[in-house]
């Protein structure tokens, strides 16, 4: 399974993105689609993730800024970011997760760039 992530880019701080994740076929394969991010010398963390049923969760970080969204008529995924701020500053990694009968299975997309400066 290839996601295919896009919308990354350099804004300056308060400035917004729109990040999209491109699935191969229908979002509701997956239990769950998200966005995870890492910054250099950091762990990759949870930024917000939307379940089949519809059910959203944001990062502490990220609330009342970040909104996780789908459109499933185009297999898409989608991170809106207003206000952004420097230590928002990683690479966006999309991801899809099925449940399997011994854990789950994760599948990633390629990553995207996302640089707060002035």
């Known amino acids: 399974v290839q996601l295919q992530a896009s919308g990354g880019g350099l804004v300056q701080p308060g400035g917004s993105l729109r990040l999209s994740c491109a699935a191969p076929?229908?979002?509701?394969?997956?239990?769950?689609m998200g966005w995870y991010r890492q910054a250099p010398g950091k762990q990759r963390e949870l930024v917000a993730r939307?379940?089949?049923?519809?059910?959203?969760n944001h990062a502490d970080s990220v609330k009342g800024r970040f909104t996780i969204s789908r459109d499933s008529a185009k297999n898409s995924v989608y991170l809106q970011m207003n206000s952004l701020k420097p230590e928002d500053t990683a690479v966006y990694y999309c991801?899809?997760?099925?449940?399997?009968?011994?854990?789950?299975?994760?599948?990633w997309g390629q990553g995207t760039q996302v640089t707060v400066s002035s």
């Open positions: 076929g229908s979002i509701f394969s997956f239990n769950g």
């Open positions: 991801n899809a997760y099925v449940r399997t009968t011994t854990g789950r299975t994760d599948y």
């Open positions: 939307i379940f089949s049923g519809g059910i959203t």
